[in-house]
């Protein structure tokens, strides 16, 4: 078990990986459940430079993902879980190398849990969350790490950079743009900002990819955020605010996977606010989902992990109750109460 950090660190885990990549391998690369726009740009550059590398590469999503993200090069290919079932299964059980990416706990890729861990092939683990766990037989974890977009980058670059083309370059910037909030959060390096430049170079064009991303908003979403907007409620005498969305109001805008994305940052937009949630019901599932968001030193990562079976980052972390909304914000505010001294 190689566990890696910082760029300076990177030596090992390089040459092992080398190691592994100068024989052909039956690769799959696995991003988290609901793969935002890191997990599927960080997947989507890596199979193209694998590929580049006469490798055999599938991406296999645990499920769908919004429509503001299907523009990126070569999603067309990725296969998804709860459509292709039969083919997900066969192309796990004969891969020989898998890769999971912007994700350090096996329950992060949902259903395929068990296919993963069945699987002889040799886990790879590169993701920039806190807490990673231990099935990787390799990894490549740091959590000061932008996205997992950027890791890919550097790896690109320590392994071969004449490979790098205007395909792995949009997505790569996608991924290190969404997870930065455009480059303005903490984690935002001037290395960042050095991967951007050169991504630019590569041939991303930034301006292009932030009205596909941001711009690309239906009118029922733009609704649907008016109400979440309008339940917005702040925690008496704490920079604390919550947002919510039950079913009903979901189905009254016509709700589609990816139109609630960022929601949960408007809250720490307020002035004075560091601490943000989010509480969306999801009857199908029968659970809520959370979103937390903080600015400064309260660690969404911990209070996700503590009261909501959760984890994430320091200053962004998801989690869920399995409760109905009611009781569900309840506990949050009972959670709160617990940890308001830290405000
Ligand atoms: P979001 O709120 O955008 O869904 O997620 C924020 C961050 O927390 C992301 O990095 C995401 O991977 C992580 N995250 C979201 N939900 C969960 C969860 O249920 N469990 C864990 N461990 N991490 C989560
Ligand atoms: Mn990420």
Redesign the pocket.
Known sequence: MKIVSLLSMDKQFITDLKLILNSTQKVVIIP?K?P?GDALGSALAWMCFLRKKNHDVVIISPNDYPDFLKWLPGENSILKHTIHPKEVRVKIEQATLIFTL??N?LS?CGDLEPLVKKSCAHKIMIDH?ENPDSYAFLKYSDPKMSSTSEMIYHLINSLDKKLFSPEIAKCLYTGIMTDTGSFRYPSTTSLTHRAIANLVEEGADGDQIHQKIYDSSSFSRLKLLGITLSNMTQIKDLPIVYLTLSQEELNSCSYKKGDTEGF?NYGLSLDGITFSCIMIENESNGIIKM??RSQGDFSVNDF?RTYF?????HN?????SKLNLQETILNFKKAVKEIENNF
């Open positions: 988290h609901n935002d912007d994700f706990i992060r969350h949960v979103s937390f996700a079976n959760g984890g994430g980052h962004a972390a998801g989690g869920m």
